[in-house]
């Protein structure tokens, strides 16, 4: 009965962590290329983190959805959601977040430091009318906004290149740039 109880208390210090939900907060403090400061909140039950920037009227959220597989960042100033695929490999693991933010907050975000990955998006310029189909936390995140889809590009592009874009650095870890015509008005 003793070993039961000592096994289930042992495993349950071990599993907390895997479970819980968590925040993580980040300052930059340099502040060059106008990132303002960023915040992850991590909802292991549902399989979804969430990454706010809030920098003024250039704020931003980004929802990662690990049970669908999809993503969407929320412009404030453009009043409008774009739902894309979720690079697994490039978007780190739920649990893994927390560590590797640590991380790069340690190494630095100069040139000394390994600058995090890029990804480039072309935006659809029709807009969705089914937000359900990426799930319940994306559909709740977009609900009476235009929502967009867009999908991944490899390598730079002329046309691309040609086009309004949006660049997010998303915590030292992604460089993500979505370009499309909606983002021009």
Known sequence: MKFTIFFAGLLGVFLAPALADYNININDDNNNAGSGQQSVSVNNQHRVANVDNNNGWDSWNVLWDYE???AVIRLFAK???IV???NKGAVP???ALDALVK???LQGKGPGGQPPRGLMYSINPNSVNDLNKYGKSIANMCKNIPTYTAEETQGASLFLSSRK???ANILWILQV???GRTLEN
């Open 79 to 81: 009043k409008q959601c």
């Open 165 to 167: 874009c949006l660049n």
């Open 93 to 95: 693991p739920i649990h």
């Open 177 to 179: 740039s979505f370009c």
């Open 103 to 105: 991380e790069k907050k």
């Open 68 to 70: 669908t597989g999809f």
């Open 84 to 86: 894309h695929r979720m």
